[in-house]
């Protein structure tokens, strides 16, 4: 089982709101990345650190962090945001990397 | 901008070896903190391992400890990643990526490569 734990699947409406969570002791240490990965192609990062979001990526991808908890949030969801989201962090001896199990985005 | 570039496609038997590389353009090479990243069929991300050039000296997740080998070429800005005693269960996507803030709170990875699809068959 991975030390960074992800629900497998969850489904949204098109225009709505939808928060992808991921849970780990690591999380207390290190704020989470997260990355899309839309099928046959690599992941990419959308979201990390405590506010941080890439070039290039849609202010509707929003992230934050409590606890052993963060997640992921999608405001005003997209068609094209359907794609399986990936958490990842150091561990709290920052010596490896985490990686969650991956959610996959259905948008209704 | 820093661009990752992987070889292609490898099919291998079950037993050998599997050499995979990540070229890098822009940027100064030396000091990126590279890592490798598979991707089995239908499963989530798993690190592997990740190396500094200019350090040098490869940290790999224990799971792989004694079959995998990360090396680095300054000359090309090329990282390898080279996994012996293939099985079926290392059929899978391989990703580098650049990672940065390994040290601190705030981390990620960014860019990563295409992904070479390494198959191991009987």
């Known amino acids: 089982s991975s030390e960074l734990t992800q629900d497998p699947t969850v489904s949204v409406a098109l225009g709505q709101t939808v928060r992808i969570t991921c849970q780990g002791k690591s999380l207390t240490r290190s704020f989470a990345s997260w990355y899309q990965q839309k099928p046959g192609q690599a992941p990419i990062l959308v979201f990390y650190g405590e506010n941080k979001r890439p070039s290039g990526i849609p202010e509707r991808f929003s992230g934050s962090a409590s606890g052993d908890t963060s997640s992921l949030t999608i405001t005003g969801t997209q068609a094209e945001d359907e794609a399986e989201y990936h958490c990842s962090s150091r561990d709290t001896t920052y010596t490896r990397w985490l990686f969650g199990g991956g959610t996959r985005l259905t948008v209704l | 901008q820093v661009q990752l570039v992987q070889s292609g496609a490898e099919v291998k038997k079950s037993g050998s070896s599997v050499k995979v590389s990540c070229r890098a353009s822009g940027g100064t090479f030396s000091i990126f903190e590279v890592t490798w990243v598979r991707q089995a069929p239908g499963h989530g991300l798993e690190w592997m391992g990740e190396i500094i050039p200019v350090f040098g000296t490869p940290k790999y997740a224990q799971k792989f400890q004694d079959r995998l080998k990360i090396t680095t070429d300054e000359l090309t800005s090329t990282v390898y990643l080279e996994l012996s005693n293939l099985t079926s269960e290392d059929t899978a996507i391989y990703y580098c990526?650049?990672?940065?803030?390994?040290?601190?709170?705030?981390?990620?990875?960014?860019?990563w490569g295409q992904g070479t699809l390494v198959t191991v068959s009987s």
């Open positions: 990526a650049r990672c940065f803030g390994s040290q601190s709170r705030t981390n990620w990875f960014l860019p």
